[in-house]
């Protein structure tokens, strides 16, 4: 399927490695040149190589921590008339409800709620002036069934997730939707992660973590960056301009839920 944005430009936030990464080759394949960010220069640098050797399409590189204002600025100077906005960041650590305290929910909502919004804020504009824009933020399953130890994940992705219902709508007449994708547990960084605390909270090896995490989910499998990638290019698509405030779920149906 030709997905139409041949030549659109689009600004993917930490994008060296896992989803961020997978959505970047997923546009680059469609023809779409990118600003690619990430904190540490060296993966993103070779990142950046990688897809312009596979897509042909223009990539551009900003390492910083996008959580940041100064981060954000850096961002903003490269990437400030973009098309297509894809919004995310590393998410917030496990532990117990009467683990954190207001430095650490500051540090949450920075990262996985205000970031998207002030990016938001500052590139929507111009694609409304231009008729046409794409707004993806990758949040988390955990925003539609929560992760009880992911309580400062499920606390800023709401809150998010609540901004983006309101905004989505109000952008939409100008031709822009603004959408969110779910992810369930999918095979990247953060995925072995969070084996690793599963195993030692458990006392087993990370294959035995691995393999239990595996068998909740009703596919028996984590999900790849590519699939996930694949989704977030067709939300991005001339294809998908009446998909508008919608949170995708892409879980291999691990949320038990009619709908
Ligand atoms: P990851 O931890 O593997 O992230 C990798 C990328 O994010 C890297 O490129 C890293 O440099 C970059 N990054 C992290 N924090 C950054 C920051 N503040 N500024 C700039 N770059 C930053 O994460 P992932 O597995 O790809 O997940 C992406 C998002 O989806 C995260 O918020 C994660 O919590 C969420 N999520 C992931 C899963 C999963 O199973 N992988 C499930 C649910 C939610």
Redesign the pocket.
């Known amino acids: 399927m030709d997905l139409g944005i041949k030549g659109k430009r689009a600004l993917v936030?930490?994008?060296?490695?896992?989803?961020?990464?997978g959505c970047a080759a997923a546009l680059a394949e469609a023809g779409v040149d990118l600003v690619l960010?990430?904190?540490?220069a060296d993966?993103?640098e070779a990142t950046a190589a990688d897809l312009r050797a596979k897509y042909g399409v223009t990539v551009e590189t900003v390492a910083?921590?996008?959580?940041t204002q100064e981060?954000r600025d850096a961002l903003l100077a490269v990437a400030k008339d973009v098309d297509i906005l894809v919004n995310?960041?590393?998410?917030?650590p496990p532990g117990v409800w009467s683990d954190w305290d207001r430095d650490d929910f500051i540090a949450a909502l920075d990262?996985?709620m205000l970031?998207p919004i002030s990016l938001m804020k500052a590139l929507l504009p111009h694609m409304i002036d231009q008729g046409w824009g794409r707004v993806i933020n990758?949040?988390?399953?955990?925003v539609k069934a929560p992760i009880p130890q992911l309580g400062l994940?499920n606390a800023a992705r709401a809150g998010l997730t609540g901004y983006v219902a309101g905004t989505s709508r109000q952008v939409a007449p100008n031709g822009v939707t603004i959408n969110n994708m779910?992810?369930?547990?999918?095979?990247?960084?953060?995925?072995v992660?969070?084996d690793t605390g599963v195993s030692k909270a458990q006392g087993i090896d990370l294959a035995a973590a691995t393999a239990q995490r595996q068998a909740t989910i009703p596919a028996r499998r984590?999900?790849t960056?590519e699939e996930f990638g694949a989704m977030c290019a067709f939300l991005c698509s001339q294809h998908a301009g009446f998909i508008v405030g919608q949170n995708i779920v892409l879980d291999g149906g691990a949320i038990n839920a009619t709908i």
Do not use: Q, W
């Open positions: 936030c930490a994008s060296s490695k896992g989803l961020g990464r960010n990430a904190r540490g993966a993103l910083c921590d996008v959580a981060g995310n960041a590393g998410g917030p990262a996985n970031a990758i949040t988390s399953g955990s994940s779910l992810p369930g547990i999918h095979a990247t960084d953060r995925a992660s969070l984590y999900g960056a």
